[in-house]
């Protein structure tokens, strides 16, 4: 409870602490990672396996109760070109979407990635006349 | 365009207006269709392969209507909801990502059989479009 929910919680004074040992262990894969990203931000999901954890409550805002997983199910592109993960709450349905990090499983994201295009659900033939 | 002057059927100029049963207005036959505040289409209620179409089949954008259970019409933000991407269920059914561009909520939606494929299409390319992440996160993979 104590690390694991620290870890997650964006706390802006510990952002840039570089001395900072934070750890927690992913909920879905048991990796312990360093809750700081290589970039210096906080980290909101395992970079092995990309799962999180539901702490923050994105409709009202503040610490959510459900604390579940989350699993990544999507690829969302910012007009900037950035990648953010949208993850979907395995208990609520809520849904949140953050920025990828750079050491985060790049396997796992092409795979999310190209995964509309394995089951088109119309024939994708008729684009090649366009 | 109507004309004005009826030349020569000067009698017949204060008829009164047929009555109508056809009611355009609420509760008529069109009681559920909706504008599409993209691009202002109008768009029937009745869609193939769902019972409750949320966004335009033209530009999938959606409104901002529903809080957390779908249909429940409690939301106050009413904001304009744009498709940020695509994922897929795990019986093979795509469903789009709307984003709230008024408060930044997400939410998830079944696509339509009558859903634009064009656009379906360069929401689903869009990650692979900017070669830069694409490429690079193939080359650490292989």
């Known amino acids: ?130 | 365009m109507p004309r004005r002057t009826q030349p020569g059927n000067r009698k017949n100029r204060h008829r009164p207006q047929r009555y109508k049963d056809v009611l355009h207005g609420n509760g008529g036959h069109r009681a559920n269709d909706f504008r599409c505040v993209g691009c202002r289409l109008d768009v029937s209620l009745v869609a193939p392969g769902t019972a409750h179409r949320n966004h335009c089949p033209n530009c999938l954008v959606s409104l901002h209507v529903d809080d957390r259970v779908p249909g429940d019409r409690a939301s106050e933000c009413h904001g304009r909801m744009e498709a940020l991407s695509l994922t897929v269920r795990p019986d093979g059914e795509w469903m789009i990502i709307h984003h709230c561009l008024s408060c930044g909520e997400l939410s998830a939606n079944r696509i339509a059989g009558d859903d634009n494929a064009l656009v379906l299409m360069r929401l689903a390319l869009r990650p692979l479009q900017d070669g830069s992440v694409a490429s690079s996160a193939l080359l650490t993979a292989l």
């Open chain 1, 1 to 130: 409870m104590s690390s694991d929910n620290l870890a997650h919680q964006n706390t802006a004074n510990n952002v840039n602490n570089v001395l900072s040992t934070d750890t927690f262990s992913c909920v879905w894969c048991g990796l312990t990672v360093s809750a700081q990203a290589p970039d210096g931000s906080r980290r909101n999901h395992c970079p092995s396996c990309l799962h999180s954890k539901h702490v923050i409550d994105h409709v009202e805002g503040g610490p959510s109760e459900c604390g579940s997983r989350m699993s990544p199910i999507a690829i969302a592109v910012l007009r900037t070109g950035d990648w953010m993960i949208v993850h979907r709450c395995v208990r609520c349905d809520e849904l949140t979407s953050n920025p990828v990090s750079t050491d985060d499983n790049q396997l796992i994201l092409m795979r999310m990635a190209v995964r509309p295009l394995a089951q088109p659900p119309f024939p994708l033939e008729a684009f090649g006349t366009l």
